[in-house]
């Protein structure tokens, strides 16, 4: 599934009621299947990014087109459906919910998607990521390198085409980045999932065929 | 997973905050099930017992009191009045049953009344198309007893057990008399489970209850002469009524028999008596003593012109059960009920309150909790049910554990309740107020999730998610 953007405008409306550009895209391309690392600076305008092509907002205007869908057309409803079945988040923070297991966190990923929880394939894909021993732990008594396993199996479980990563490794050490790094892009190659990772470590960028800056393509900044 | 699921896990993760908030609705909701439960077995038990009877006659004095005394063995007897005007309500054509009823004794072992009466009190339903079930039989010899469930079942009685009786008053002497168990009433829900009942005939010849021979003849002659009067006036000839005692000496008294007047204590308290055994000496009816009658008639209209005719003279009154009991269930019962009501309805409200401030109180911290949810997809209408759902199970697991708290309290409060209102509490009775608990529980919670639900449900999740 290819994502592709076409004049995309996003403001925000400050206090004083001037508006602030935030995106000003007039295109960006991703292939089905192929894994971009986007630069860029704080304030950049990169989770802004995300969250427009994920649907959790909208943009001023502009296209935002997952494989044949504009997104940005559809109601709010409809949004977090595709989010929900076509889309995989990834949290620099994990964002793991606390009062859930961790096989529990992944089901809860299938249930909003409107699927029937699939209890072995969220034990498959915890297995993956070597969590097999840990289903039934709560984040709480998980490590940080643990909870980022677990937020990628989440973001995996429903077979998304398009997975987007908010800075992953940014809360992972640096003995555990390239492992989390390797587990995501391992996981993308096999579902044929197109991965668009947005990171400020030329590093991590670094490991991957195609990487973007932000400020190339983004005009408003 | 559901999102009743996802309610629940969510509840649990705050565990003590949940737990504190639904035990203040439990406790709401125990207050007003106990009361609800209390006041319904209060309600049945008075007007149960009342439906028998159309009138009770006793001395002058407090209706209310004669009713309680009489039909609920609470309280102590107004006064005692003479046998002879029992029997002429006895001979009355207009009344259908004259049930006489002594009492002033009570059993040794567990103190419950001792009620001297005739086979006839058995014979009545003591609530529509509800009658006495008798195991063994009836009252035929002068010292049988028929034994109340609950007294069988609290002394371990059986047919062929023995008991002897101890005096009412303050001296709680033990009588000599022994009575024999012959019957054992089946359970009825009434104050007669607590109650023993003996033959008239056996408990006339309990020494003591007798009434001392110069007061009797005393009063005797007033009545004697009362009546003569009422006869003349009346164009008719006076009824045969003895204007003389026997004579016997006065013989000198313990006791001032059934919860009787106040005859002087004598020095020698039983001479003449056989303390071995039954003393079979018939009494005079001029010394004999009725603490009320119960009557029955077959119309309404008879009992309310028999009730007039009797208040209208001066030596007894006639007191309308139902009407006493409306009064008391109206005034002082309903009254209280609703009070408690109003009380327990605030506190339920309250308690409604405390779980909307928790609830909303959680919502600042949960608002990245609420953003993720989105973010994985989940609808603003999923958020909002979500926390809906919370408050709805708050509060109905609040409503549950109350309803069982407050049986639970009943059951423990009802051996103290019984000892102190001589009422029989089953605990377990449920009432169809209860019903609507539940229902009404769900409904507060509705309009309590409300809020909290909207909130989730306008979260901004971009904001939420960055801060």
């Keep these: 599934m290819s994502l592709r953007l076409k004049d995309v405008r996003k403001s925000y409306i400050e206090q004083d009621g001037?508006?602030?550009?935030?995106?000003?895209?007039?295109?960006?391309?991703?292939?089905?299947?192929?894994?971009?690392?986007?630069?860029?600076?704080?304030?950049g305008g990169k989770t802004t990014l995300l969250n427009v092509i994920s649907g959790i907002t909208t943009p001023d205007s502009g296209e935002v087109v997952i494989g044949s869908t504009d997104i940005a057309k559809l109601s709010e409803p409809s949004?977090?459906?595709?989010?929900?079945?076509?889309?995989?988040?990834?949290?620099?923070?994990?964002?793991?919910?606390?009062?859930?297991?961790?096989?529990?966190?992944?089901?809860l990923g299938m249930s909003f998607s409107g699927q029937r929880a699939d209890r072995k394939r969220a034990k498959e894909l915890l297995g993956k990521v070597g969590l097999s021993h840990r289903l039934n732990h709560r984040p709480a008594t998980l490590s940080v390198g643990e909870q980022q396993r677990v937020a990628v199996a989440r973001s995996l479980v429903n077979r998304p085409m398009l997975l987007l990563a908010d800075e992953p490794t940014a809360s992972v050490d640096a003995k555990h980045q390239a492992t989390v790094l390797e587990l995501i892009r391992t996981a993308c190659s096999e579902q044929q999932c197109a991965l668009l990772l947005v990171t400020h470590s030329a590093e991590v960028a670094a490991q991957f065929p195609r990487v973007e800056r932000l400020s190339d393509f983004n005009k408003a900044v | 997973m559901n999102l009743v699921t996802i309610a629940w896990k969510s509840i649990r993760q705050r565990a003590l905050a949940s737990s504190l908030t639904a035990l203040s609705v439990?406790?709401?909701v125990m207050l007003m099930v106990s009361v609800l439960v209390v006041h319904g077995i209060v309600n049945r038990v008075f007007s149960q017992s009342t439906s028998g009877y159309d009138l009770v006659v006793g001395a002058k004095g407090s209706p209310l009191q004669l009713v309680l005394n009489t039909i609920y063995h609470l309280g102590d007897p107004v006064e005692n009045i003479p046998y002879l005007y029992y029997k002429q309500l006895k001979e009355d054509p207009a009344i259908e049953h004259a049930i006489p009823i002594c009492m002033g004794d009570v059993t040794q072992k567990g103190n419950f009344r001792i009620i001297g009466t005739t086979s006839e009190f058995f014979l009545l339903p003591y609530h529509p198309n509800r009658e006495f079930q008798v195991r063994g039989?009836?009252?035929?010899?002068?010292?049988?007893?028929?034994?109340?469930?609950?007294?069988?079942?609290?002394n371990g009685w059986?047919?062929?057990s023995q008991f002897q009786p101890v005096h009412g008053a303050s001296d709680g002497h033990v009588h000599d008399e022994k009575f024999t168990i012959v019957g054992i009433l089946g359970p009825t829900g009434t104050p007669n489970d607590k109650g023993v009942f003996i033959d008239i005939d056996g408990f006339y010849q309990i020494a003591g209850h007798e009434k001392p021979l110069d007061e009797a003849q005393k009063k005797a002659k007033d009545f004697a002469e009362f009546e003569r009067k009422?006869?003349?006036?009346?164009?008719?000839?006076?009824?045969?009524?003895?204007?003389?005692?026997?004579?016997?000496?006065p013989a000198p008294s313990a006791h001032d028999g059934a919860a009787e007047t106040k005859p002087a204590a004598k020095p020698d308290a039983h001479a003449g008596h056989d303390h071995a055994g039954h003393?079979?000496?018939?009494?005079?009816?001029?010394?004999?003593?009725?603490?009320?009658?119960?009557?029955?008639?077959?119309?309404?209209?008879?009992a309310i012109r028999t009730a007039a005719k009797i208040n209208g003279e001066p030596y007894a009154q006639a007191a309308q059960p139902f009407k006493e009991i409306y009064w008391i269930l109206n005034n002082v019962v309903g009254n209280i009920r609703w009070l408690l009501i109003v009380m327990t309805v605030l506190i339920l409200v309250v308690s409604g309150v405390g779980i909307f401030v928790s609830i909303y109180n959680s919502m600042a911290d949960r608002r990245r909790e609420i953003a993720v949810m989105r973010a994985l997809g989940a609808q603003r209408s999923t958020v909002f049910w979500i926390i809906f759902c919370e408050s709805v199970l708050l509060c109905a697991g609040g409503g549950l554990f109350g309803m069982?708290?407050?049986?639970?309290?009943?059951?423990?409060?009802?051996?103290?309740?019984?000892?102190?209102?001589?009422?029989?509490?089953?605990?377990?009775?449920?009432?169809?107020?209860?019903?609507?608990?539940l229902p009404a529980m769900i409904g507060l919670a509705s309009l309590i999730g409300i809020i909290p639900g909207m909130t989730a449900y306008r979260t901004d999740v971009a904001k939420a998610l960055q801060s």
């Design chain 1, 18 to 43: 001037t508006a602030l550009p935030i995106l000003a895209i007039s295109q960006f391309e991703l292939k089905s299947g192929e894994q971009i690392a986007l630069v860029g600076e704080s304030g």
């Design chain 1, 79 to 107: 949004r977090d459906r595709f989010r929900a079945q076509r889309i995989g988040f990834i949290f620099q923070t994990f964002n793991l919910l606390a009062a859930f297991t961790a096989l529990e966190n992944v089901l």
């Design chain 2, 26 to 28: 439990a406790l709401g």
């Design chain 2, 137 to 154: 039989h009836l009252l035929e010899d002068d010292f049988d007893a028929v034994i109340g469930s609950q007294v069988a079942k609290e």
């Design chain 2, 158 to 160: 059986d047919i062929g």
């Design chain 2, 230 to 249: 009422k006869a003349e006036a009346a164009g008719v000839a006076p009824p045969e009524l003895p204007d003389a005692l026997p004579g016997e000496k």
């Design chain 2, 279 to 302: 003393h079979h000496h018939e009494l005079p009816d001029e010394q004999k003593e009725v603490t009320a009658v119960l009557l029955k008639f077959e119309y309404v209209t008879l």
């Design chain 2, 404 to 437: 069982l708290l407050g049986h639970g309290l009943v059951v423990f409060a009802a051996p103290l309740l019984e000892a102190k209102t001589g009422l029989l509490i089953n605990p377990w009775a449920f009432e169809q107020w209860e019903l609507v608990l």
